[in-house]
């Protein structure tokens, strides 16, 4: 299967910005009808769920730790989901992964299994520096 693929990482300083962004192939599955979700994975850690994007955009969902700085949204019509990164802080260091929700026209919101999600991508990496 065709895997989404991540863009946008890089490197900035604490208090930065970024804007990372999952670009799905239309010719893997109808990007309209699957809620989306970013995670991310630091150097020793367990891959942790940020935040998810209903199918039509309607909702959203973070994780604590990034609730006020992140916002996810996506544009359907581009089969992209994007995530904007504002006051960036060291521990947000981490390989950024977007994937797929697999129930069809679900709430998007996060339901602790990480393994249930599908077609991820390569990843980017962010390196917040202090």
């Known amino acids: 299967q065709a895997q989404p693929v991540e863009s946008g990482g890089g490197k900035v300083q604490t208090g930065g910005s970024l804007r990372l962004s999952c670009a799905v192939s239309?010719?893997?599955?109808?990007?309209?009808?699957?809620?989306m979700a970013w995670f991310r994975q630091a150097p020793g850690k367990e891959r942790e769920f940020v935040a998810s994007?209903?199918?039509?955009?309607?909702?959203?969902y973070y994780a604590d730790s990034v609730k006020g700085r992140f916002a996810v949204s996506r544009d359907n019509t581009k089969y992209t989901m994007y995530l904007q990164m504002d006051r960036l802080k060291p521990e947000d260091t981490a390989v950024y992964y977007c994937?797929?929700?697999?129930?069809?026209?679900?709430?998007?919101?996060?339901?602790?299994?990480?393994?249930?999600?599908?077609?991820w991508g390569q990843g980017t990496q962010v390196t917040v520096s202090s």
């Open positions: 239309s010719r893997t599955f109808i990007f309209s009808s699957y809620s």
């Open positions: 994007v209903r199918w039509n955009g309607g909702r959203t």
């Open positions: 994937a797929r929700d697999p129930r069809e026209y679900s709430s998007g919101d996060y339901y602790g299994d990480i393994v249930a999600y599908d077609y």
